[in-house]
């Protein structure tokens, strides 16, 4: 009996172990900065950031200006994120968005806040499916073709639309 209990406790803590790593690529999305670079360019993230929000908080929107996005909550022992959206200008006439999202669970928050950080900041930059696109210019050329075997070992779409990795 006390080596099935003492299986079951490995096994569990196992598993909490494991469930606060996040994957470097998703981190490194969260964390690089979101600036854009004009105004028109700002106004258009902004929108976009409005609208991510609305879609993706379980929370109602309490404030919404030209500078602050903020939903409610999070309410007590609650993994829903609540959200807080900034917008700072900066000297050199561009802006930064910031991100924040939090919530009240003991065990944790759902969905986790870096990837919620990396969906929204994709979404706000019009590098997700279903992304409002603007007249803007992208910040990176788009890729060129290349031949298969250039690809080794790259992800690139499927005809289902999910990664293949090659």
């Known amino acids: 009996m006390k080596k099935g209990l003492l299986a079951v406790v490995c096994i569990v803590a196992a598993g909490c172990s494991t ?23 700002c106004d258009i993230w902004w929108q976009r950031a409005q609208t991510w929000v609305a879609g993706h908080s379980t929370y109602k929107i309490e404030s919404s200006t030209d500078t602050l996005i903020q939903t409610s909550g999070p309410d007590g ?35 986790n806040p870096w990837e919620a950080g990396a969906d929204f900041k994709q979404y706000v930059r019009g590098n ?39």
Do not use: W
């Open 19 to 41: 469930q606060g790593q996040v994957d470097p690529d998703v981190m490194q999305i969260a964390t690089t900065p979101l600036t854009c670079s004009s105004k028109a360019e």
């Open 128 to 166: 997700t499916p279903g992304a409002p696109q603007s007249d803007t210019k992208p910040s990176q050329p788009a890729p060129t073709a290349m031949h298969p075997d250039a690809l080794q070992g790259q992800s690139v779409p499927g005809t289902s639309g999910e990664a293949i990795t090659q």
């Open 77 to 111: 022992g609650k993994r829903a994120l609540a959200y807080q959206i900034t917008r700072t200008p900066n000297p050199d006439g561009t802006a930064t968005i910031g991100f924040a999202a939090h919530c009240d669970g003991s065990m944790g928050c759902k969905p």
